[in-house]
């Protein structure tokens, strides 16, 4: 919250903010951080009368947590990609998707440090590793756009990270051959160790309990951080 308020050039409101309830378990690599600085940026915004707008919103929770992958889309919801620019200024971009779309959360007990885990990554990747996923990934908001759940499944085949991360993930050739077996796309969702399938209407996930992993089944969030009420008794 603070580094909002020296952005906004204004006093600083001490507060605290405790978590009551979050959806979002911590080191699964679902952004549970993101959620958090995104969660600080905004109550400090409410707290000075709304004057920022997200474009600035986006700049501080970047900064706070060294990149904007996670925080943007917590933020403006939907699909996003973004990129730093020349002079430091973050950008994204929001795409449609087929409003048809669920996914399956599949969520271990196992916890991953994102900066331990990038250190199983490899110092230097091939050519063709690069170009195999480069040439998806410039593909992948259309396939997201269209719904087609095949072509998804293409689109997220990955050479780049999935390889050395996934082994340490117990269960996940589980999911992984679960997904095969229905023509279903899955993916590592950020640096692990929660996978995600993507699939449509209903999804018979029974045989998979047995891991003991928890699984939520969820859908594509369109608004992004709002705040719904507040509490009158802060002092």
């Not at 095969?180 to 899955?186: A, D, F, G």
């Not at 939520?216 to 608004?223: C, Y």
Request: charged share 25%; hydrophobic share 35%.
């Amino acid at each position: 919250m603070k580094k909002t308020y020296e952005y906004a050039r204004k006093e600083e409101i001490k507060a605290k903010i405790k978590v009551v309830n979050t959806d979002v378990p911590n080191t699964r690599g679902l952004g549970s951080s993101a959620t958090c600085v995104v969660c600080g940026v905004l109550v400090a915004n409410i707290f000075m009368g709304n004057i920022l707008k997200k474009e600035d919103m986006l700049q501080i929770a970047s900064y706070l947590e060294g990149y904007p992958d996670n925080v943007t889309p917590a933020l403006y919801g939907g699909l996003t990609a973004s990129y730093v620019t020349d002079t430091n200024v973050v950008k994204t971009i929001r795409y449609n998707i087929d409003k048809n779309l669920r996914f399956l959360a599949c969520i271990p007990s196992l916890k991953i440090n994102t900066k331990e885990s990038r250190g199983k990554l490899p110092h230097e990747l091939s050519y063709e590793d690069i170009v195999y996923n480069t040439s998806r990934l410039v593909n992948l908001p259309y396939a997201f756009l269209s719904g087609n759940l095949s072509l998804i499944k293409d689109i997220l085949s990955d050479k780049m990270h999935e390889p050395y991360r996934l082994p340490q993930i117990h269960g996940a050739e589980v999911i992984k051959n679960f997904a095969k077996e229905r023509n279903l796309p899955v993916f590592l969702s950020g640096s692990g160790s929660t996978m995600i399938i993507i699939f449509k209407d209903e999804l018979d996930y029974s045989s998979l309990l047995s891991l003991g992993w928890d699984f939520k089944v969820l859908e594509n969030d369109l608004v992004g951080a709002t705040y719904e009420e507040w509490l009158s008794n802060c002092t």
